[in-house]
């Protein structure tokens, strides 16, 4: 095999309790976080972690880049589209999806801005840019960094914020 998946390998990372996993959320989401059930501690994670609370309405990611020193996670926010579900096209991966699959996700900068992303409501996009990838017999890292970086703007965008005074 030659260095496909170099990417995702190098975007291992490890969480060692539930402590450092609560600690990677900001106090703001930290509010709204429902861990999953049946965690063993510690644990690798290829890529990045996500999963949804039982009501649906939060979904959560949990990401680190080689260069960051700690996992950094955040909750989105399910949001309601107004009038008629359409669907579409995620924004991060690419993939077309119904209104049950792809919609818009907010995320909460401070207590009066959020912001919000039209993606995957599940986060499978790095599963989803694998599928087609293979499908279409090509390479993913590609379409992997660029949702990485994706990743990292939303984390910078986040951790950056500064109230306007
Ligand atoms: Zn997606």
Request: aromatic share 12%; glycine share 4%; with cysteine.
């Amino acid at each position: 095999m030659s260095a496909d998946h170099s990417y995702q390998k190098e975007n291992e990372f490890a969480i060692d309790s539930e402590a450092d996993l609560i600690k990677s959320f900001r106090p703001r989401d930290q509010k709204k976080l429902i861990l999953p059930e049946r965690l063993r501690f510690p644990f690798r994670v290829r890529s990045y972690m996500t999963w949804k609370d039982p009501s649906g309405v939060y979904t959560y990611l949990v990401f680190k880049l080689p260069n960051w020193d700690l996992p950094r996670g955040v909750a989105f926010k399910r949001t309601a589209s107004s009038g008629e579900p359409t669907g579409g096209l995620c924004s991060w991966c690419h993939a077309y999806g119904s209104s049950e699959e792809i919609g818009l996700l907010s995320v909460a900068i401070s207590a009066n801005v959020s912001t919000s992303y039209f993606v995957c409501q599940d986060l499978s996009c790095i599963e989803k840019i694998e599928e087609t990838a293979m499908l279409a017999g090509k390479d993913p890292d590609k379409n992997i960094a660029e949702l990485f970086y994706r990743m990292e703007k939303l984390f910078e965008r986040i951790s950056n914020y500064k109230p306007e005074s």
